[in-house]
């Protein structure tokens, strides 16, 4: 059943509680722009492509820096595409890792076409199943409240699957230009000396 | 003479590089430098379920500030080619070491598309492509990848020639 969440205050939701130790890795298309419009940030990985791979870029920045807070947020599409990385996040564990996906049950970008969470795929049961200790699925405020206290407080990895409804938005833009945005991101985490070829974090 | 023991070799270039996180879909080509790179406490080993994963991976790892090696067999190239996309597009280093199949002397039928088609898939996606036939070029191909990769945030493959793993017969 579709969602009644609005993805935009889902999104504002998740990230109130952020400090400069959460890192987020937004996922192409629309959730990379509800995390913009959330506020551009040098902690934001933006992906403008890469589908598929969100999930386990989170993994890699989470292996590497296992005192932040890394926050995967992307969508149904995304995620029904990379689904074998829900079995290699459970199998790594890093308790730093949340996964959020946003499920309208369709390909927003592409003309809304229905995904296979519009019919019978539960994604937080796959989750689950592929050993992800703590999963969810979200449908109301009271739901949500209690999630984002979970992916700011608690131990990971942890999956939840936000029922939201199709809506038509602005897509606010993060910088497109993926060098830059790399160099921004590890330049706020490492230092300047990261945006130097053949640094060694 | 004294067979040179190439997987060592490519694991102290690994480790000489600084390389601390490598993830794998395992190969028989591979499995000794797996087993090396398993058994060093300081290395993060992640099993992956396809070869794009790798690429992911490698740069959220890089992202992190850690530099890493994504292993597989030629089979798992066209796994990747779409997610090379992100190291091209983001101008991350990427290090791939290749173990071949469907050349010299290979046995399964099956193994031939993928095994002819990886160094032109991976060329096409902008991979620099360098070549090791000979056990004792492995460990200096395997170092001058590395270097490029992570001077120049370019993305590099070695391909382990199958005449230097062995050909598998079925």
Known sequence: MAGQLHRRDVVAALLAPRTPDTLVIAGLGSSAWDVTASGDSDRNFCLVGGMGLTAIIGLGLARTQPNKNVLVITGDG??????????????????????????????????????????????????????????????????????????????????????????????????????????????ALLGEAAAVGGFRG | MTKTDWPAQIFDVLRAQGITQVCHVPDAGHDRLITLCNAQNDMAVTTLTTEEEGVGLLAGAWLGGERGALLMQSSGVGNTINALALPAACQMPLLTIVSMRGEWGEGNPWQYPAGQGAPKALEAMGVAVFRANNAEDVAETVEAASKIAFSSNKQTAVLLSQRLIGAKSF
């Open chain 1, 78 to 187: 995304d995620m029904l595409m990379g689904m074998g990385s829900l079995a290699t996040v459970a199998n790594v564990a890093p308790r730093n890792l949340s996964i959020c996906v946003l499920d309208n049950e369709l390909f927003g970008e592409t003309g809304g076409q229905p995904t296979h969470t519009a019919g019978v795929t539960d994604l937080a049961a796959i989750a689950k199943g592929a050993g992800i200790p703590l999963t969810s699925t979200v449908r109301t405020e009271g739901e949500l409240k209690t999630i984002v206290g979970s992916v700011h407080n608690e131990a990971g990895p942890q999956f939840h699957a936000i029922k939201i409804m199709h809506e038509e938005l602005d897509s606010p833009k993060p910088p497109l230009d993926g060098g830059y945005t790399k160099d921004r991101f590890r330049i």
